[in-house]
């Protein structure tokens, strides 16, 4: 079951396959063969209108779905079925739609979460707090310190996480997600509730996770102008589908998106099969 | 100014330090492992009902510490803390009083004897490990489960426990066991509460303990962040009954006499207020208000038949005010202040 896709005659394999992917809740289907690429590095946007199935895809590459049928191949491994946190330890974070932190902890503990998968010491080592304990934490917070000054957080790290203004909020997790050095960060609606400031802010700042951490991004976002702004291929979903794909200016021209966003006609729109 | 003012005011009251700086946590078991030593060194001098009183309320500090670890900390409403007690009560109970006689000569089988204080510790750890390895057969299965469900199959667990322990004539059935020897005193009891708060606070402070907090406010959040939120949630459940399971045969060996009822649901549920009043996720705050109430206990019992009565009232009156959740933080903020301690940063 090899994927049509075109490869650029690279012996890499993509980073992120999804082939033929459906998912369904009894008779509602959520997502219908569903099929995309990410490629190592690449920065690919995901729009479609409200209830499209964006959030689903999310949740099947992440975890917290099974796939009703189809596979999903993250650096050539099958992952479908895998529970979210091991998912995570091969290389996919996210953040959420609505915003998920840690409600109870400071945001340096917020940061600090993302590195317990990856912990050295076990539960008697923590308890003992022998050298090697007390080595580790402080490499932990350290990485944790310049992560934040990085994004911009330090000021606020002993801060509650609720007390953070909104859009620094949405930068935390991000950075929480990044902690976990992720190959490929998913990135669920980030400028929801920003305004035009923070958006262009949002904008360099993705820009910049991937020229810095190398990181993958997969941004499902509603404003056009941050997704035509800054991805680099764009796949739309539409009622499940995935509707068309291809570079910004390619997607702009789509008769077939037009429709599914004005709504214009339906018949164009749940007709349309996948566009390569 | 106000905002700074406003900031002091909640730090006061409910918002943990943003200071919950790495301190080696390990100079204060030191020095509760010194209080109990002395305190066993002074026991001549303490009135036997006062003894028993701070006995109990050491084995209560265990008993919500450790069941803190579990609701306050990791968010798993539990209810059946009492059985794990109960499961290291009879195990210890029966080591102490059917197994080791059999090892050792008799003659040195008292209870104040260098070798029977010698053999506690490990029938402690024992008493530890079998209720622990009851936390994994209930835990392992019914933690996937969430809020209500776990509750109720902890409450049923709580039951079978009883129940079981009731129909079982090697234990005495409900008629219960007795002439336990009795060795607790005030050096294990302290000690092993100085030693589980140590544990729980020097596991919650590290990157390691946040798992638990990180579980308890969102799941699917801590799974998404590579969390193994199962594992942790049972972890969190064997060490709480592990520490329970101790506490059982602490209290086993303190008032020689242990029956099936001593451990039933509503057992479980004082060890719940006890939590729930020292402010759910604050060991400090939890192990003052397990003080509390033993004491409490004690002063009602003056009353005789209204003391249910004024015992629900000061209840009710601390659920309100939360006076013990105030404590920790302000006794923290204390320290802060005297001469030498490095200031905490405060907020701008």
Known sequence: ?276 | MISHNSYVFRSLISLRPATARMKNPRVALAAGLGVAVVLQSCSGWIDPYSTQVILFAAINVILAVSLNLVMGETGQFSLCHAAFMAVGAYTSALLTGRVLPFLLPHSSWTGTSVASQFWFLPVLIVAGVVASLAGVIVGGPSLRLRGDYLAMVTLGFGEIIRVLLQNTDVVGGSRGMEGILPVTNLFWAVGCSALTLYTMISLVRSTYGRGFQAVRDDEIAAAAMGIDTTRFKVTAFVIGAFFAGVAGALYAHAVEFISPEGFNFLRSFEIIVMVILGGLGRPVGVAIAAVLITLLNEWLRDLSQYRMVVYALIIILFMIFRPTERLAPCLRSLRGLLPGAKKAPTAP
């Open chain 1, 1 to 276: 079951m090899s994927s049509p896709a075109p490869s650029h005659a690279s012996p890499l394999a993509s980073l992120l396959e999804v082939n033929h992917c459906f998912l369904r809740f009894g008779g509602i289907s959520a997502l219908t063969d569903v099929s995309l690429r990410i490629n190592a590095g690449e920065l690919v946007g995901l729009i479609g209108p409200n209830g499209a199935g964006k959030t689903s895809l999310f949740n099947i590459l992440t975890g917290v779905y099974r796939p009703t049928e189809g596979e999903i191949l993250f650096q050539g491994r099958p992952t479908a079925g895998m529970p979210p946190h091991r998912i995570n330890g091969l290389g996919m974070a996210r953040t959420f739609q609505n915003i998920r932190l840690f409600g109870s902890l400071d945001v340096r503990m917020n940061v600090r979460t993302s590195f317990i998968a990856r912990l050295r010491n076990g539960l008697l080592d923590t308890v003992r707090r022998g050298r090697s304990f007390r080595r580790e934490e402080g490499e932990i917070h350290e990485e944790g310190t310049r992560l934040l000054s990085y994004f911009g957080l330090d000021h606020a790290a002993s801060h509650s996480s609720r007390s953070l203004p909104y859009g620094d909020q949405r930068r935390l997790e991000i950075v929480r997600a990044l902690a976990t050095k992720p190959r490929l960060l998913l990135l669920d609606e980030p400028a929801a509730g920003m305004n035009p400031t923070e958006k262009e802010e949002l904008k360099s700042l993705i820009s910049r996770i991937r020229t810095e951490f190398g990181t993958a991004v997969l941004l499902v976002e509603h404003d056009m102008k941050v997704v035509m702004g800054i991805c680099e291929r764009l796949y739309v979903l539409d009622q499940g589908r995935v509707l068309a794909s291809g570079t910004p200016a390619e997607i702009r021209g789509n008769p077939k998106v037009i429709a599914a966003y004005l709504g214009e006609s339906h018949s164009i729109a749940r007709h349309g099969k996948e566009v390569a």
